[in-house]
DNA sequence: GCGATTTGACCCGG
DNA sequence: CCGGGTCAAATCGC
């Protein structure tokens, strides 16, 4: 458990320091090619470049500030303690308040998902779809007779695969079951490497279904699984995606989703918008020696 | 011992 | 404010 949320934070920390590190590389190249400019124009005001280096620089403050944000639990006492930020101070102690940082809180924030379902189906049998999943929690609902089990997929955090899905009883006899799947399968289990999903063509789309934002109800299993892999409990069915990337976000954009939203105005100030509290660019990346 | 499940508490969107 | 969704400590089972 904790070291599954340890090994997402040091993959989204690997992905926030290349950014960052290609964002350094560009703003070096921009120098360069700054200086150029200027010897080659003598009218620098119809010049774009200081906009790019100040978007540049802006990029940059984004990777420091969640790098930041990432890093607080090692950072707060030191922060906490010595730092001549006030801003800093003021961030850190709204991450607090929101028991974002304090590791003997029980809870951080998260992301709410707000996608719609990918496609539903309901089924009396099990049925095995070759997926690992992972169940996180279940709940009795207000017009449901059963509880609704909620289920992530294994390699979540391995190979951030945002496949989820909600199994949820709705009748005892017959019983049926209906399942609800959410995002797509973008892992490749290490006993199953084949059932990675690939990206459908059109022509191979004909028995498919199309994954808009519509709910598609009640479908037959289109898909039977030649894999009757080991997977416990509810029914299991098959997805397929013609657009396996579309719901995927990258490590940073999840970093950024998950609870800081971060603004910049022009004056090189950065605003961590749930916290209204302005952040001075150096500040901040002074902190990591920028 | 370790990974999966259970379960009550917490969080957030409507 | 309510109810559904998620977290994470406790527990289970191999």
């Known amino acids: 458990m904790g070291s599954e949320f340890s090994n ?7 992905e926030l320091m290349r950014g960052r590190d290609m964002a350094n590389q560009l703003l070096e190249a921009l120098g360069h090619d700054k200086l150029n400019t200027h010897l080659q124009h003598e009218d620098r005001s119809k010049s774009v470049l200081p906009f790019v ?19 607080s639990n090692q950072l707060t006492p030191s922060l906490s303690s010595s730092t001549n930020c006030p801003q800093i101070e003021s961030l ?13 809180n029980r809870r951080r924030c998260y992301k709410r998902k707000s996608i ?28 449901a007779k059963y509880l609704r089990s909620y289920y992530r997929c ?16 709705i009748q005892d006899d017959p019983p049926l079951y209906r399942t609800t799947y959410y995002g797509h399968h973008t892992c490749r ?31 037959e299993n289109p898909f039977p699984s030649p894999l009757l892999a080991s997977i416990k409990q509810e029914p299991q069915k098959v997805i397929r995606d013609e657009h396996c ?11 950024l989703l998950y609870d800081y939203d971060v603004s910049f105005d022009y004056s090189r100030n950065a605003t961590f918008l749930s916290s209204g509290e302005p952040v001075q660019f150096e500040d901040v990346c002074g902190q990591f020696g920028f």
């Not at 997402?8 to 690997?14: D, F, Q, V, W, Y």
């Not at 989820?164 to 009883?169: D, E, I, L, S, T």
């Not at 006993?191 to 598609?216: D, G, K, V």
Request: with cysteine; proline share 5%.
């Open 245 to 255: 990337a579309q719901n995927q976000l990258s490590a940073l954009e999840n970093l």
């Open 53 to 71: 280096e100040d978007l540049v620089r802006k990029v940059l403050c984004s990777f420091t500030n969640t790098l930041l944000l990432l890093n």
């Open 92 to 104: 850190l102690q709204t991450c607090k308040s929101r028991k974002i940082l304090n590791p003997n």
């Open 189 to 219: 289990s290490p006993s199953n490497p084949e059932i990675i999903l690939e990206p459908l063509s059109p022509s191979a789309s004909s028995t498919l279904l199309s994954f808009n934002n519509s709910l598609h109800s009640k479908q």
């Open 154 to 169: 294994t390699y979540k955090n391995d190979q951030r695969c945002s496949a989820m899905k909600q199994v949820q009883r």
């Open 116 to 143: 719609s379902p990918t496609w539903e189906k309901d089924s009396s049998i099990l049925i095995e779809d070759g997926y690992a999943w992972r169940k996180y929690g279940q709940k009795m609902t207000l017009h």
């Open 8 to 14: 997402g934070k040091k993959a989204m920390e690997e």
